[in-house]
């Protein structure tokens, strides 16, 4: 049986919204480590470093994941995608469109993790009930907007990205 | 121009502002291009981590950081020995040390940094600091610190008393006397984190200009800031440049706290000659923080068979913790704001801070009102049920009317007092007075009742007789007529950027989407106090119109020559000047902006607003403490599993007069968002602590409202435009977020006859009257 | 503190790995539990430690049904479980119990083998998995053991796993009336909320509406998890009625404080585990009652 590898640093590679990336990483180091320190794709917050604020949600493989709790060596081929990766050529996304219109911003912290919780939800329910929004970004934790408007504004860019219903 | 009395504008007339325009700052936090602090990097940066204390009380016998200074990647570790200024800083009274020397007063208190190449480097070496400790007797409980004979924790303040505020109206003893009921009660609030996302931030750059130190931070206050840098490095203030990054919250959080990591970095930043960030984990952050005051409150009313109050007699402890911090700034509002907005002929108030060794206590949303506001409108309940009465009637039976005497003897007037009205609507709103019947009448005592419950407030708008209450703002149209604004008062995520944005662009004529509003930075505007007090609007938006005021009477002057008519001809609107009774002769903003830039005309202008003035005693606690009031209520149903003691929110109203709504989006938000916030205060949040121990340290156990807990809201924006106020704005942000926990608190007595008078509501106190929490003691009521 | 990390790619690597470190190593897949407990107790506590990872092994993330019985790779996280229509269908209160984990960040990393080998009194996962008298499977270089969920643990977060030894999966015969089962919870707010107490019933009711057998499993209120089989004899051969099942709850508040004695926390967990328990057993009846 071939040798399995014992690493403490490694050069890993992986896809970051669509850019195939090579980064050296210990066994220490957090996906958010690598994003923001290494990457500098800043725009994923850490608010509490535990998984329970949200703030740091990037898209792992398809889902939503808190980038705090991924040990870096886990994101070794996988596909994340980041707030970063939202606008498209100048472009804002109809998520983001939408989030501007109905004021759902305040501070902006908690913002790009739950851009990214809600885009996971209408990849896989395009069109979600007002429950299913909440439920959804029910691990994003926002202490300025008491979640009306965001919620308002995910069920609105359902309806932009998806005009036929 | 000064707040005096000034035509209220026609509201249909309005372009820019009373619109729900998209925030300003919305395009880059949606992208992640905006910049917070922990965001930025800067060449050769160093990174500080804080040793904090072992005990809340203790003396330091022995500081030793040689093994920590030898650790891989540390360049040095910084101590109180390092400060070349002053060793503390404070609001009020400079008594809270930046790193302490002898002893330490709580457990955030910070002993030592260690200042490394990177932050895992730091934190490593913090291990190989030696501190050695004696600890000391300690007081955690306020009613024992605030007793006769009890330990002082500093020299000279007896009984631990931070600060006394009396208030004399009439004479109590004989009010009680004509009174024919009487109810003594006792109500406890806890201690509350802000909770903002963000945790704090900063760096010190050194430098840059000269031997300026530049502050970059999650600075609420950038001035309070400047000032205590400033007096920790022992330098003039020009000598210190704040600039305010994005900020991930703040909630009246991010200044006290924020100045001494401020601090810490600049000093570290001095002796090194590199900059040094410090970023606070959510740890540090909930350990090291103040937090909002846990209030001990008796409250003794009497009244008339018929209802009308004759009494009140309010005696309130605020646990302080060791330092004075604001806490003499909000237990004045509580002071002020004890007895309600009802009248009461003769009232005795006495509000104390104290001292103890708990974490110290400070500014948060709502200011020492939250607190008052649980125990009197649960008190107004008490009555009520006393009375045989209904509880909406017996409000509007003594609450304000136009020219109503408040406890301080101050008389309403020069504003619409609407209390009344933000009553009727709010309540309305939900049914209440069918529902509040039907449900009292049936209560069974087991499965899952409902019930609604209200309350209601006036509130001083802005500082009041606290302090120096005035904002400067810098507007400066460019040669292309496109501008610039710069404020005094920072945006904490609330929306200020776009609401002065808006003035300015209502005053101006610009186009909104012209205006760049920039980072507050101290180095280019006045200092004009702190953001706090929700008065950015009425005090900082008054000096935004003043500044356009200014400058568009030098644009106007310019396009009377482009139009061939006299200046006050002219009007404009949506980037064009135009001339009044004839729209179609107008000329491009940007080309009357060009034509001025070449005739050499100042473009620019300091717009300053200055609050009415106000006045206060301190000896008998009468005077006119607020220049205006803005009036809210919101009521709420609730459904009470008897068998779990799980209280949900069904639908709340919340009615807020707010004089004029500049951005009704934004000012939903401000709703929302409070009710959310005063939701977990009346059911969520605590922080506990164990003798001074922090056990409540991320957000797994300090619980906030999630997208699921939060209930449907039902916003009632009430316009009654003030004088004061631009388009006669006033505020918001603290209204909404100091009335949800009492209405709570009301409506679970509606649906299950039980009285809560302890906050928060958690599953224990509902179930079974009292807290099981094993942390804490019992408080207040619960200990009979 | 982490001294590496090793990524097999099969289950036969994983083993040969575990059996060269043993207790020098330490099995990581969702690591929503790890890394918390990594940055409680600091980096300097705890002997050096190798990670190895097994979200790069995918047979260890499966559901599935053969000759009746249900098995659950233990790298499968709770999202998947949750969503899974095998799982809806044959044990719908595992759905419902892995939908109550966390947040769906959470849910989309944490596994069920992690679930299980954390070992919380307070894991949502656990009292169906009592109920459904599931057994996990052991394997390691030796070869492999399977044990009932209920002897698994030792105590809080203690479990008898040996070093070497690899959590397989989880498995459970497909219970009989799979329709009459229920979880409930009580958290201190409705999402990511740790559970304050929960409960998971499973009965198998005759035609005659008798209760033939009963499985009553309490979370947040043992050292472990246990079925209560006093309660579950309390309903054995009943048709049930309000005093029955009134008995039978009350039975698991009983158990609760025979087990844990007396604490600060029994005024409130005592009458609330019996209300919940109450409410279970009629909801897994089929009956909606406050």
């Known amino acids: 049986m071939k040798q399995v590898d014992r690493c403490k640093m490694k050069l890993i590679s992986f896809t970051v919204n669509g850019t195939d990336v090579k980064v050296e990483i210990s066994a220490s180091d957090r996906l958010i480590d690598v994003l923001r320190d290494k990457l500098r794709l800043t725009g994923t917050k850490e608010g509490c470093g535990i998984g329970e604020c949200g703030a740091c949600t990037v898209i792992m493989n398809g889902v939503p994941v808190n980038s705090c709790l991924v040990p870096a060596f886990q994101a070794e081929g996988s596909v994340i995608e980041t707030v970063e990766g939202l606008e498209q050529s100048g472009k804002l996304h109809p998520l983001q469109e939408a989030f501007v219109d109905h004021a759902a911003i305040q501070c902006g912290f908690c913002t790009p993790g739950m851009l990214m919780s809600a885009l996971a939800l209408l990849r896989e329910n395009p069109h979600p009930t007002r429950e299913e929004i909440a439920r959804a970004i029910s691990g994003n934790l926002c202490r300025c907007t008491g979640y009306h408007q965001i919620i308002e504004a995910i069920e609105d860019a359902s309806m932009r990205m998806d005009p036929t219903e | 121009m000064s707040g005096g009395m000034e035509a209220i504008d026609n509201m249909s007339s309005f372009k820019v502002v009373n619109h729900p325009v998209r925030r300003v700052d919305a395009i880059a936090k949606v992208t992640g291009r905006a910049k917070f602090t922990d965001d930025l990097t800067f060449d050769r940066m160093l990174y500080g981590r804080v040793l904090r204390a072992k005990y809340p009380h203790a003396k330091i016998l022995e500081l030793d950081t040689r093994k920590a200074e030898e650790a891989p990647g540390v360049v040095c570790v910084i101590t109180y020995a390092d400060v070349p200024g002053a060793q503390a800083i404070g609001p009020v009274r400079p008594d809270m040390p930046v790193f302490v020397s002898t002893k330490t007063m709580y457990l955030g208190d910070a002993v030592a940094m260690v200042v490394a190449e990177t932050p895992e480097m730091a934190e490593q070496a913090l291990d190989l600091i030696r501190v050695e400790y004696e600890e000391l007797p300690a007081i955690y409980d306020v009613e024992e610190a605030a007793s006769e004979g009890a330990l002082e924790l500093h020299e000279d303040y007896p009984r631990n008393i931070v600060n006394h505020y009396p208030l004399r109206k009439g004479n109590v003893e004989e009010g009680f006397k004509a009174s024919d009921i009487i109810l003594e009660r006792t109500y406890t609030t806890q201690l509350i984190e802000h909770a903002y996302i963000e945790p704090e931030a900063a760096i010190a750059v050194p430098g840059v200009a000269g031997d300026i130190m530049t502050i970059y931070g999650s600075i609420q206050n950038p001035f309070t800031a400047r000032r205590h840098v400033a007096s920790v490095l022992g330098v003039s203030l020009n000598k210190v440049r704040v600039v305010q990054c994005t900020m991930g919250g703040s909630f009246g959080g991010k200044d006290d706290v924020v100045s001494a990591i401020c601090a810490r970095a600049a000093v570290a930043a001095l002796k090194t000659g590199r900059p040094v960030k410090i970023v606070h984990t959510r740890e540090e952050s909930i350990i090291e923080s103040y937090k909002r005051h846990p209030y001990v409150m008796k409250y003794k009313v009497g009244a008339t068979r018929d209802g009308k109050i004759v009494a009140m007699e309010v005696y309130i402890l605020a646990d302080a913790g060791p330092y004075s911090s604001m806490t003499p700034f909000v237990t004045w509002r509580s002071v002020v704001q004890a007895t309600g907005p009802y009248e009461i002929p003769n009232v005795k108030t006495d509000v104390y801070g104290i001292f103890t060794n708990n974490t110290y206590t400070g500014a948060m949303r709502g200011f020492g009102s939250p607190q008052i506001i649980f125990a009197q409108e649960s008190l107004m309940d008490e009555l009520a049920e006393g009375l045989g009465m209904d509880p909406l009637e017996l409000r509007l039976l003594n609450g304000f009317r136009q020219g109503s005497v408040t406890a301080s003897g101050q008389v309403l007037e020069g504003h619409t007092v609407s209390l009344e009205e933000v009553i009727r609507k709010a309540t309305d709103a939900i049914g209440y007075s069918e529902k509040w019947k039907t449900y009292a009448k049936n209560r069974p005592a087991k499965g899952k009742v409902r019930g609604v419950g209200f309350a209601t407030s006036y509130r001083g708008v802005s500082l009041g007789a606290e302090g120096v209450d005035a904002v400067a703002t810098l507007l400066s149209v460019q040669p292309d007529g496109s501008v610039y604004l710069h404020s005094g008062l920072a945006e904490n995520g609330q929306g200020l950027k776009t609401v002065f944005s808006q003035i300015a662009a209502e005053e101006l004529g610009c186009k909104l989407e012209d205006i760049v509003f920039m980072d507050t930075d101290t180095s280019v505007i006045p200092d004009s106090g702190a953001t706090v007090a929700s008065r950015s609007t009425t005090m900082g938006g008054g000096s935004v119109r003043n500044a356009a005021k200014k400058v568009k009477e030098v644009l106007f002057e310019v396009a009377s020559k482009l139009l061939n008519v006299s200046p006050d001809e002219i009007e404009a609107a949506d980037g064009k000047m135009y001339v009044k009774d004839e729209p179609g002769r107008s000329v491009d903003f940007k080309d009357v902006a060009k034509a001025g830039y070449s005739e050499g005309k100042l473009m620019a202008a300091l717009g300053w607003y200055h609050a009415p003035k106000v006045t206060w005693d301190e000896e008998t606690g009468q005077g006119k403490a607020y220049f205006t009031y803005v009036y809210g209520c919101q009521a709420v149903e609730v459904e009470v599993d008897c068998d779990t003691g799980k209280v949900k929110v069904l639908k709340v109203a919340a009615a807020h007069d707010v004089g004029r709504a500049i951005n009704p989006a934004t000012l939903k938000g401000q709703i929302y968002g409070g009710v959310a916030m005063g939701m977990g205060y009346g059911l969520l949040e605590e922080v506990e602590l164990q003798k001074g121990i922090t056990k409540t340290r991320n957000f797994d156990e300090y619980i906030i409202a999630t997208s699921m807990d939060v209930p449907e809201v039902i916003p009632i924006i009430v316009e009654n435009p003030d004088s004061h106020g631009p388009y006669g704005a006033k505020a918001v942000a603290e209204p909404t977020c100091e009335l949800l926990a009492p209405a709570i608190a009301n409506a679970v007595y509606n649906a299950c006859g039980k009285r809560i008078r302890d906050l928060p509501l958690d599953l224990e106190r509902v179930l079974l009257g009292r807290s099981l929490r094993a942390a804490r003691g019992k408080r207040g009521s619960e200990q009979s | ?290």
């Open chain 3, 1 to 290: 503190m982490t001294l590496g990390f090793i990524r097999p790619k099969t289950v036969g690597e994983l083993l040969e790995v575990l059996a060269e470190y043993k207790d020098g190593s330490k099995i990581v897949a969702g690591a929503t539990d790890l890394l918390v407990q990594q940055r409680n107790s600091k980096q300097v506590e705890g002997k050096p430690l190798y990670l190895v990872d097994i979200t790069g092994i995918p047979e260890l993330a499966y559901i599935n049904v053969e000759s009746g019985v249900v098995r659950i790779g233990a790298a499968t996280t709770h999202r998947d479980i949750a969503r899974s229509t095998v799982i809806q269908d044959v044990a719908p209160f595992l759905a419902d119990a892995c939908l109550t984990v966390g947040s769906p960040q959470i849910r989309a990393r944490g596994t069920i083998g992690g679930n299980i080998i954390n070992a919380s009194p307070a894991a949502d996962s656990l009292p169906p998995l009592a109920a459904l008298s599931a057994q996990v499977r052991l394997v390691s270089k030796r070869g492999s053991r399977d044990i009932a969920i209920c002897d698994f643990f030792k105590g809080p977060y203690k479990t008898v796993i040996e070093p070497g030894e690899l959590l397989q999966e989880v498995f459970f015969k497909v219970p009989k009336n799979p329709g009459n089962c229920s979880f409930l919870k009580i958290g201190r707010r409705e999402a990511v909320a740790i559970s304050r107490l929960s409960v998971a019933v499973l009965l198998d009711v005759d035609e005659s509406g008798k209760i033939t057998e009963a499985a009553i499993a309490p979370g947040s209120c043992l050292p472990m998890p246990a079925r209560i089989v006093r309660a579950e004899e309390t309903l054995t051969g009943k048709v049930p009625d309000e005093e029955t099942v009134e008995a039978a709850a009350n039975e698991v508040g009983e158990e609760m404080v025979r087990v844990s004695g007396v604490r600060w926390s029994t005024p409130y967990k005592k009458p609330v585990i019996c209300a919940l328990t109450r409410r279970a057993i009629w909801k897994a009846l089929g009956v909606d009652v406050d």
